[in-house]
């Protein structure tokens, strides 16, 4: 390991090529989230809280379903999403978009500011999952809802198989660890929503699987080899380790019969009791 990570800063990239990285994910798993805001209603009038809410993909369409009456606040630490999600809101003429630019860790609001919190990709990130879920509790209203979107990292597969992308994964999973991470998050909610003193009302796992040319592979495409290489430059994976994902990714990227699997994508959803 050449260096040795703060153990709350973020692991991954925040630059353009990243933006389309995230834009590419949203359209490959958009419909999660969509399905999760029909089934557990985000409705005109109500104050939601988006967190790590990144370049706003999903912030937007909360912002659209709370309507002119309700109002999102989008919590991210990074200037440069906050700076996209404000020029997205002002092309888009949306104007119910609160941005807060501040580490999630030093963020406070009043108790009951909330009806619904959201957030995806988001927990996987941060240090102690069940003290923050408590903390964050308490800033929902009674009946209010806090779903998440996030990985249980088990599932995830390339066939035909490769020890190169074994090792990407193994070392993308200790990476998040050493950044306070948790790429295993999904597993702990259960323990976060009785920590929060939150009722469990919903937990599905999805998992993803698909061709060179379908959307699962092309965002696993736009992913490993970019941060295969930050792996090894950090020491996570060795040279040889990122040599042989390379030639292997570069074979399966052409190969018809080749399938990249997802890590289990889960959608958690809670309430609070009154
Ligand atoms: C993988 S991105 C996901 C972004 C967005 N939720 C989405 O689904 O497109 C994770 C986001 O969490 C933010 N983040 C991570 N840790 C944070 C923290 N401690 N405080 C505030 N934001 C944080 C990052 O800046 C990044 O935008």
Redesign the pocket.
């Given at each position: 390991m050449s260096t040795t990570p703060d153990a709350?800063s973020?692991p991954?990239h925040?630059d353009e090529v990243e933006l389309q990285r995230?834009r590419g994910?949203?359209e490959a798993w958009g419909d999660l989230a969509s399905d999760l805001f029909a089934r557990v209603p985000v409705r005109p009038g109500m104050r939601v809280l988006?967190?790590?809410?990144?370049?706003g993909?999903?912030t937007l369409e909360l912002a659209r379903r709370v309507g002119s009456q309700g109002q999102v606040v989008a919590?991210?630490?990074?200037p440069m999403?906050q700076a996209h999600l404000a020029q997205e809101s002002q092309r888009l003429g949306i104007t119910n978009i609160v941005p807060v630019q501040?580490?999630?860790?030093a963020?406070e609001f009043a108790p009951q500011s909330f009806d619904y919190i959201y957030?995806?990709?988001?927990w996987s990130?941060?240090p102690d999952p069940c003290r923050e879920a408590a903390r964050v509790a308490r800033w929902l209203a009674p009946h209010g809802v806090i779903a998440l979107q996030d990985y249980h990292h088990e599932g995830i597969a390339l066939t035909p198989p490769s020890r190169g992308f074994v090792a990407v994964v193994r070392g993308l999973r200790a990476m998040y660890q050493q950044h306070g991470g948790d790429a295993f998050v999904a597993a702990k909610v259960p323990a976060m929503w009785a920590a929060a003193g939150l009722r469990a009302l919903d937990y599905t796992p999805v998992v993803r699987a698909g061709g060179p040319t379908s959307a699962v592979f092309r965002w696993a495409d736009s992913f490993f080899p970019r941060y295969a290489a930050k792996l090894r430059d950090g020491g996570w994976i060795s040279a040889d380790e990122w040599e042989e994902f390379v030639t292997d990714w570069s074979a399966r990227r052409v190969d018809a019969s080749a399938l990249f699997w997802s890590p289990a994508v889960v959608t958690a959803v809670a309430v609070k009791d009154a």
């Open positions: 709350s973020y991954l925040v995230l994910q949203h988006d967190l790590g809410c990144g370049p993909f999903v919590l991210d630490a990074s999403w501040e580490r999630f860790q963020a957030a995806r990709w988001f990130f941060v």
